[in-house]
Structure formats: C-alpha cells, structure tokens
Nanobody, 124 residues
C-alpha cells in the first residue's frame, strides 16, 4: 500500500519557521517529481513548490519564493519543505504529492499520490 505521510505542522508566530516532512512508503518515488500544495479554509488547493526527481530543479509559487525551500532525500524516500518568514496568509493544510512522471508541474491533477495533510497555523 502506497502512503505519503506529512508531519511537522503546528502553530507558529508570524516571522517564525517550520519544517514539513513527507515520508513515503510502499514504493519508491526516486524517479518522480514531488510537490507541496496547500488549502486554506474556503479556498481551492493551490500549488506551493515542486522538485525534480533528483532534486536538481525546483519550482515555487510566487507567494512563497524566497521564503520556502523544497528538498528531498531519495535514500530515505522523504520530501521536505522548509518554511521561513511565515505569514498569517500561509495558514493552511499542507499536502505532499507524487507526480506521475519526472516533470516539474504545478497542476494538482498531474499528481497521482497524496498525503493526508498537516495543519500549519501562523498567528499574527
């Protein structure tokens, strides 16, 4: 059974940092691009960041560029999202996802596997 499990969410003050982790099991995703998405209450799921199969290329939403860093460790089958300078508008449930190919992509419908999400709340 393929599973993606996020952890590391929580409550943090504006300007603070969090590091999200996504642990994959059931199969390896070392040849797949991976991504992070988020969904705030009453809003659609939106793209946050993506990383190529080998970590050599990354892609960020404009809203998080310069503050968030996506990375991966294929040996551990794990994906990370380092979030710095957090803002109240970053409050959302954060999901990790595995793309169906190696292609960097912001479209959620191109990702075949999803985690259950982890809540991030940034207080002002």
């Amino acid at each position: 059974q393929v599973q993606l499990v996020e952890s590391g969410g929580g409550l943090v003050q504006a300007g603070g940092s969090l590091r999200l982790t996504c642990a994959a099991s059931g199969r390896t995703f070392s040849t797949n691009a991976m991504g992070w998405f988020r969904q705030a209450p009453g809003k659609e799921r939106e793209f946050v960041a993506a990383i190529s199969w080998n970590g050599g290329n990354t892609y960020y939403a404009d809203s998080v560029k310069g503050r968030f860093t996506i990375s991966r460790d294929n040996g551990k089958n794990t994906l990370y999202l380092q979030m710095n300078s957090l803002k109240p508008e970053d409050t959302a449930i954060y999901y990790c996802a595995a793309h169906r190919t190696y292609y960097l992509d912001s479209r959620p419908d191109k990702y075949d596997y999803w985690g259950q999400g982890t809540q991030v709340t940034v207080s002002s």
